[in-house]
Structures are given as C-alpha cells and as structure tokens.
C-alpha cells in the first residue's frame, strides 16, 4: 500500500503535492498492470472533501493535528480492510 500526501494549508505547495501525487499514482498504476500487488491509497481527496479542511484536519502548513491523523486512520483502516476481502 502507497498513500498520497494530504494537501496543504496552502494553495501553492497543494498544487505541487497534486503534482506529486499523480506521479504516485502513475507508478502504483504502472506495477498493478504488471501484476503486482500493490494499492494506493488517496489522503489527499480523503482531506479536501471536507472543504473546511485547512483548518479542521491541519495543525500547520503540512501536519495534520490530531482530527487529520484520525480521519487517515480512518482513510488507512478503510484500505487494509478492502485488501482483506
């Protein structure tokens, strides 16, 4: 399993991370066609679902506080459990 990163607080370096992620998601998708067994896992659209995000999932510019390192348990409980069925 590969998670994305969450975004960040703010728009310049999110618009990087997004960057970032799609390249995760590219290689993950690259060696699943091969037959591997490997998954990715999406923080980053975990996060910004929720559009008050920056302010109730994130401490500072790129840490989550403790509401963002509960809702990627959640995101991350929610992966491994789908790979077990």
């Not at 994305?4 to 370096?13: E, H, I």
């Not at 999110?14 to 992620?21: A, F, G, L, Q």
Request: hydrophobic fraction near 50%; charge should be positive.
């Amino acid at each position: 399993m590969v998670a994305q990163l969450v975004p960040s607080t703010s728009d310049t370096l999110s618009e990087r991370i997004r960057t970032y992620n799609a390249a995760i998601a590219g290689l993950v998708g690259t060696r699943a066609d091969a037959g591997k067994k490997i998954v990715m896992v999406d923080m980053y659209s975990a996060f910004v679902a929720n559009p008050a995000f920056k302010t109730e999932y994130m401490k500072d510019v790129v840490h989550p506080n403790n509401a963002g390192y509960a809702k990627m348990a959640d995101v991350w409980y929610a992966a491994i459990a789908a790979s077990l069925k």
